[in-house]
């Protein structure tokens, strides 16, 4: 978690660490990560300080103006960012849709396609808002194009679960996650949408992505996703209970 002001937390597996340098920040985030015993790291910045000439220590390198501005830019130059979509799928009955990928339950989801835009790919695409501009020198003819976060995550879902009749209903809070890939630390942001798709089509696994099930649980199952799930997941199914019950008090 990242913050601009300390946290207080009561958990011994939370670590509180105040931000100084992006040097410092690669160091504790490599620390943390062999802490087999930790669950949550909390980075903050402190307040800008204000040097005077009588409490200078000319043997400590002086704080940025501006930690906190410079927090973000250097937690995410520890990674590489892959963007990626997915769908949190129900049907008319209230019932969700769950894959089951490399033992965990999870909700259908991949990386957002970059390619050439004027590639076949790219066709029909909104190159307004996906637009990665043009590499060195210019040249159109090599300019790249992000896939919409919305296309991404309806293609992920029909090539992972085998829906073909789909829409999307509204846009979820995005989640964040962290994983070790080739002796790169990799950052996966993720759009999710919640969507809508009659039950009466039928499950297919995509199996070369090492899915074994797709499956409908009710609201009251989620328990059972709960159990067997990542963080990330778990964070958008929480904030998703939220706003239902949020949704419902604004009924009454």
Known sequence: ?????????NSKKDFTVAFHSKKQLKKVFQNFDKNEKG???IIYSEPPKTNTQQDIDYDQPLLPDKPGKN??????????IIEAAGGFVKNQRGEYLFIFRRGKWDLPKGKIIVCRAGSEEAKGWQTDKGSLGLPAGGDKAKAKIKEPYDKAAMREVMEETGLYDIRIIRELPRTFHIYM???KWILKPTTWFEMYAPDNQTLIPEEKEDISEV???TF???RIIKENTYPSIRELLSNYELQMNSDQEGDF
Do not use: C, G
């Not at 978690?1 to 937390?9: K, N, V």
């Not at 927090?71 to 590489?80: A, D, Q, T």
């Open 1 to 9: 978690m990242l913050s601009d002001h300390p946290q207080s937390s």
């Open 39 to 41: 669950t949550n790291l």
């Open 71 to 80: 927090l973000i830019s250097s937690f995410l130059s520890l990674f590489k």
């Open 181 to 183: 890939q080739h002796r």
């Open 215 to 217: 499956r409908w649980f």
């Open 220 to 222: 009251d199952e989620m």
